[in-house]
């Protein structure tokens, strides 16, 4: 298990940005693929994007495309996720996940850091 502390949630108001990162306890993490996800209230946690090890793959879902950028600095076993021009339906704890090599499921979990939008 890979310890993961997000940081950089807060409120902001429509169109605003912020960069949350994650920073990971596991020297080697360049062996994971690191991934976000967020949950809003009362709905089921998704993914918002996901980035592998050499980050030369990277996932969107489509609803954040062109807004946010995932990226990693491996040698400072962190992960960020730039979120511009933020929307209130963007609203949502957003978590940290990492996922071993060969692993077909993220196994490590940060705590969460709250993103709210105002319009």
């Known amino acids: 298990q890979v310890q993961l502390v997000e940081s950089g949630g807060g409120l902001v108001q429509a169109g605003a940005s912020l960069r949350l990162s994650c920073v990971a306890s596991?020297?080697?993490?360049?062996?994971?693929?690191m991934g976000w996800f967020r949950q809003a209230p009362g709905k089921e946690r998704e993914v918002v994007a996901h980035i592998s090890q050499l980050s030369n793959l990277i996932y969107y879902t489509d609803s954040v495309k062109g807004r946010f950028t995932i990226s990693r600095d491996n040698a400072k076993n962190t992960v960020y996720l730039q979120m511009n021009n933020l929307k209130p339906e963007d609203t949502a704890v957003y978590f940290c996940?990492?996922?071993?090599?060969?692993?077909?499921?993220?196994?490590?979990w940060g705590q969460g850091t709250q993103v709210t939008v105002s319009s």
């Open positions: 996940a990492a996922r071993p090599k060969f692993a077909s499921t993220f196994t490590s």
């Open positions: 596991e020297p080697s993490l360049y062996t994971y693929t």
